[in-house]
Nanobody, 121 residues
Framework: QVQVVESGGGLVQPGGSLRLSCAAS????????MAWYRQAPGKERESVAA????????SYADSVKGRFTISRVNAKNTVYLQMNSLKPEDTAVYYC??????????????WGQGTLVTISS
């Protein structure tokens, strides 16, 4: 079984910073992608940032470019999302997503439970 667990959400004032963490665990053979998505109230889930293991490529939504940074610690199967210059519109539940090869499946997509980020004064 493979799971991902997020942590680090909370309440921050506009202009502040937060760092989210996501740890993948279980019978993982390799990780293809680890990514962050978010879902604001009344809106669809959207991609925020992704770390592609092959080549160490990163990608970002236009709305967060220059403010958010995704990074990964391979040895710990952990990905971080450093969020700076936060805005009220960044308020959402942030979900970690991983696409992995496990002992049972060649291509398995796993979602975390989500962590709430609230930007408010």
């Amino acid at each position: 079984q493979v799971q991902v667990v997020e942590s680090g959400g909370g309440l921050v004032q506009p202009g502040g910073s937060l760092r989210l963490s996501c740890a993948a665990s279980g019978s993982i053979l390799s990780i293809y992608v680890m990514a962050w998505y978010r879902q604001a109230p009344g809106k669809e889930r959207e991609s925020v940032a992704a770390f592609i293991s092959s080549g160490g490529t990163t990608s970002y939504a236009d709305s967060v470019k220059g403010r958010f940074t995704i990074s990964r610690v391979n040895a710990k199967n952990t990905v971080y999302l450093q969020m700076n210059s936060l805005k009220p519109e960044d308020t959402a539940v942030y979900y970690c997503n991983a696409v992995v090869a496990s002992e049972r499946y060649k291509n398995l997509e796993v979602w975390g439970q989500g962590t709430l980020v609230t930007i408010s004064s």
